[in-house]
């Protein structure tokens, strides 16, 4: 990776792309420590600390770097733009227009898909806003002065400046993607997880010294497991017909069909935690946190917690592989291009054996996910000082794939650009 980097720096063209994108994360930084007007930071970021923190609210704090609980005007972060996505990734397969939209359209459809995400994360932004200046109010109700100043003014100043700072976000990862390394919208994420190691580094040396080896030995074996997870893949072979046009032969050459095993990414555990967390933050705003419900089944901490969560991330791999892949489409597109696989006939029985072996991958890619996912929750549980680390699978497989994939979108550009010094 070190040499990857070191080459492409060479590069003039590569060198630019990388200080532009390394310039819009500095600025992307600077607005993640400005406040917005009217609220006692330091009163929320204790009693985020002492209460929000196993929440679905936490989440939420680990993917804005820590600005969420800080009620900067990048709190909301990348979050509405993310759910916006999704939100119109599902409506397209839903909705008969989006989808002729997306698919029949081409360029000019995806332009337009863009567009609509667009206004929908500025309306996503605009309802979290609220939903934020809502819920410290409610804490200022209830004793903690969160909110300097009440009455209209303010609370538009408030829900405005988060509306303003989450479309702006937005517009920085656009601005990654187009002129930058890599997705915007991931390098942005990349930067506000790594942007709490300096903490945690803190935190891991109050522990005491066996700890602090089994949680290093623990982390480099994680991040050795998801970067083998992360490029393992299912190639089904696929052999192409030959065809006589003119006094040419095309096809008759032998491809395969990969599928990766990590399909979803990390979506379902995103997905999964927001939804498990969910009762957690009901108990949280209606101040019921005290309860044997809260503490034994709710609460992040729970060994019931930890069994519905790993259930909840099996069900959403199998409802993304649902998404990304049609076998029937699959193997319609084959028979149209002459290919076939051996040993099956085009038609329903390669439909069923491609759907079968969707099947089997997404088994493993959920264990997978489920196993990193829990790893945290099971280490915090046998030994106290790693609750205290905030290290979650989600920031894990995040900085993982980000990593590798910058380091491959720099390897391509160099071969684009036959680069010889890399390829020697």
């Known amino acids: ?78 979050q509405p733009y993310i759910n916006s996505s999704i939100i119109i990734q599902l409506l397209t ?131 050795l497991f998801i970067v083998f997870i992360n490029d393992a893949e299912r190639r089904i072979p696929i052999q192409y017909a030959k065809r006589v046009v003119g006094r040419k032969i095309y096809g008759g050459q032998n491809t395969n069909l990969p599928i990766k095993v990590s399909m979803s990414g990390v979506m379902p555990i995103i997905f999964a935690q927001s939804i498990c967390s969910l009762p957690a933050t009901i108990c949280t705003f209606t101040g019921h946190i005290d309860g044997w419900w809260y503490k034994n089944v709710w609460s992040s901490t729970s060994w019931t917690y930890a069994v519905v969560y790993f259930l909840m991330i099996f069900f959403f791999s199998w409802f993304y592989s649902t998404i990304q892949y049609d076998p029937v489409e699959i193997s319609n597109n084959l028979k149209k291009n002459g290919g076939f696989i051996p040993g099956f006939r085009p038609g329903k029985s390669t439909a069923d054996f491609i759907h079968r072996v969707i099947n089997k991958i997404v088994i493993f890619g959920a264990v997978y996910l489920g196993i990193v996912a829990l790893l945290p929750i099971v280490a915090g549980n046998l030994m106290t000082g790693v609750r205290n680390l905030a290290i979650g699978g989600t920031s894990v497989i995040i900085v993982v794939g980000v990593a590798l994939e910058t380091v491959k979108a720099l390897e391509a550009q160099m071969l684009m650009r036959h680069y010889k010094g890399f390829l020697d």
């Not at 070191?6 to 994108?21: G, Q, S, V, Y």
């Not at 360029?107 to 932004?125: D, F, S």
């Not at 803190?202 to 480099?220: H, N, P």
């Open 93 to 223: 397969i839903a909705i008969p227009a989006l989808e002729r939209m997306a698919k029949d359209e081409g360029e000019e459809g995806k332009k337009k898909i863009a567009k609509i995400t667009r206004y929908t994360t500025v309306a996503l932004g605009l309802l979290m806003g609220w939903a934020y200046y809502m819920m410290l109010s409610n804490y200022a109700s209830a004793g903690y002065s969160i909110i300097t100043q009440t009455g209209f003014l303010p609370a538009l100043v408030i829900i405005l400046a988060f509306t303003a700072g989450s479309a702006f976000v937005m517009w920085l990862g656009e601005q990654i993607t187009e002129f930058g390394i890599g997705n915007g919208i991931s390098m942005i994420l990349f930067a506000n997880i790594i942007s709490g190691i300096p903490s945690m580094v803190g935190t891991l040396f109050t522990m005491v010294w066996w700890q602090i080896i089994i949680v290093l030995i623990g982390i480099a074996a994680l991040i």
């Open 1 to 78: 990776m070190l040499q990857t980097l070191r080459n492409a720096w060479n590069i003039p063209e590569l060198r630019k792309k990388i200080i532009f994108t390394l310039f819009i994360l500095l600025i992307y930084r600077v607005g993640n420590v400005i406040p917005v007007p009217f609220i006692d930071v330091t009163t929320l970021g204790n009693y985020f600390d002492s209460v929000l923190s196993t929440t679905i609210l936490g989440l939420y704090n680990a993917m804005s770097g820590s600005a969420f609980s800080r009620a900067t005007v990048f709190a909301l972060g990348i």
